[in-house]
């Protein structure tokens, strides 16, 4: 009987110390900033823009979901470093908070030298199945603002504002809302950047989103008077449709510094 306990309790310590992640050395440290600017100024919200067509353009809601933020190593080694994070440039009512981006400060990655970044727009699948309450300690995915419960899909992205295109035709005034959600609107997005991380600095990658690419990208224009709201839709439909073009439209808006 004794050498049963004393094998059961080798056996309860081999398996706790086979699930620890393995020390994999020295860690350091790097920053990842998201600035949102149209075409070259920083984009503030509430601000006028000009647009290609003459109108005045303004955000007043502009956010995004990121998933699985990973590193890729030089001998291609990848390199976990979030599950989710989240991009919210409501805040930019100055230009020193716009300047500024929003940036996720991050510890404990592991040394070494990389050739790229690579995450999604949205939540992935996975996490997209579940609900706000299976999240009970994350911010984001514990909020239910953040979740559509007729989607079965949290919000992936979000763009509110307006446009005024009284100088230039008969329209006036247009309020604008795009949601994105659901599984077949998840984007992903790779990024060639050579960088290292040290011990005994802090790198930093920093992403720009252009605005203005999300409407005004040759080739994926969106004409915003013709087409202003759209809260994703069942697949096929033209709220899909929009919803889907305009998180297609924010991911190729980013680019690596």
């Known amino acids: 009987m004794k050498n049963i306990l004393l094998f059961c309790l080798a056996l309860i310590l081999f398996s706790a110390n086979s699930c620890k992640e393995p020390d994999r050395g020295p860690k350091g440290s790097l920053s990842i900033t998201f600035k949102a600017v149209y075409e070259n100024d920083p984009l503030l919200v509430f601000n006028d823009y000009l647009t290609p067509d003459g109108d005045k353009l303004q955000f007043h809601v502009f956010n995004f979901f990121l998933s699985d933020i990973e590193l890729i190593k030089d001998n291609d080694e990848v390199v976990r470093l979030k599950d989710v994070e989240y991009v919210d440039f409501n805040g930019n009512t100055d230009l020193n908070k716009a300047a500024a981006g929003i940036k996720f400060d991050l510890s404990e990655v592991e040394i070494g030298n990389y050739k790229a970044i690579r995450f999604g727009i949205g939540v992935e699948p996975g996490k997209n199945a579940k609900e706000p309450g299976d999240f009970p300690t994350d911010p984001y995915l514990g909020d239910p603002g953040n979740y559509w419960s007729a989607w079965n899909s949290y919000i992936f992205s979000r763009l509110e504002g307006r446009i005024d295109t009284l100088p230039n035709a008969a329209g006036g005034d247009v309020s ?77 808006a980013i680019s690596i510094q």
């Open 176 to 252: 604008y809302l795009y949601h994105s959600g659901v599984d077949g609107m998840y984007q992903t997005r790779s990024f060639t950047k050579t960088f290292e991380i040290s011990s005994n600095g802090n790198s930093e990658l920093i992403f720009k989103v252009n605005a203005k690419d999300i409407f005004y990208k040759s080739g994926a224009e969106i004409y915003i008077p013709n087409a202003n709201v759209s809260h994703s839709g069942a697949v096929g439909t033209p709220a899909y449709d929009l919803a889907r073009q305009t998180v297609i439209n924010i991911a190729n």
